[in-house]
């Protein structure tokens, strides 16, 4: 099956500054990759997604890249806030016929100083 | 308000009695899944049901039980809970039945088998 892993699993920050999370995945059928927020207390949400159609996708702050080629994806936050502190986990998956579970690596915690 | 509810948020209980943890979306979403999360692992698909009546295997499955009689609820049942399955559950819901769709997650249920 699939696996991901995710790098790394904390980063400090300083407030202004970029954060970059990482991530490989293991089968090249996964298609699809999404990124979710979790905030303390609180299940995860989604923030942004890719598919493998696309290389790079933004929103506002927020950018995913994907690497279909080396099999990895990363989240690049700009302008870090004291908001953006929180636990990141990505995830792939592999739509239609082949199945349909979402693979999570282990999580980046992220810690924004102001 | 769009959501999805889990009870009981906390349960302490002890091996071997039988638990159910509920979940239900009123969003009349057709994919709905149980993950568990621990520290370093992310979350781990238990089992996940793209329709009435139709459930499928996720990565961890073994000790659980789920069932979709109806479109909104997704109950998860532990038959004889061991304290290996001490961890924080999270219910999610999805429209359509494939996996490339935002996922809604519940608040969570901590559950402790002692």
């Known amino acids: 099956g699939e696996n991901v892993e995710q790098h790394p699993s904390t980063l400090s920050v300083q407030e202004g500054d970029s954060a970059v999370i990482k991530c490989t995945y293991s089968d090249s059928a996964s298609n699809y990759f999404p990124w979710y927020k979790q905030e303390l207390g609180k299940g995860p949400q989604l923030i942004i997604d890719?598919?493998?159609?696309?290389g790079e996708k933004k929103d506002q702050r927020i950018a995913v890249t994907l690497n279909k080629t080396a099999k990895h994806f990363s989240l690049h936050i700009t302008e870090t806030q004291p908001e953006d502190s929180a636990v990141y986990f990505c995830a792939a998956s592999i739509s239609g016929n082949a199945g349909n579970m979402l693979t999570f690596g282990g999580g980046t915690r992220l810690m924004v100083k102001p | 308000e769009a959501q999805v509810t889990q009870n009981p948020r906390y349960l302490i209980t002890v091996t071997g009695k039988k638990l159910t943890v509920t979940c239900s979306q009123n969003?009349?979403?057709?994919?709905m899944s149980w993950y568990r999360q621990d520290p370093g692992l992310g979350l781990r698909q238990i089992y996940y049901?793209?329709?009435?009546?139709?459930?499928d295997k996720g990565d961890v499955p073994e000790g659980y039980k789920v069932s979709r009689k109806e479109k909104r609820n997704f109950p998860l049942i532990l038959e004889s809970p061991s304290p290996n399955q001490t961890s924080l559950y999270f219910c999610?819901?999805?429209?359509?039945?494939?996996?490339?769709?935002?996922?809604?997650f519940g608040p969570g249920t901590r559950l402790t088998v002692t």
């Open positions: 969003m009349n979403h057709e994919y």
């Open positions: 890719i598919r493998s159609n696309v």
């Open positions: 999610a819901s999805s429209p359509g039945q494939i996996i490339t769709y935002e996922q809604y």
């Open positions: 049901s793209m329709n009435v009546e139709v459930t």
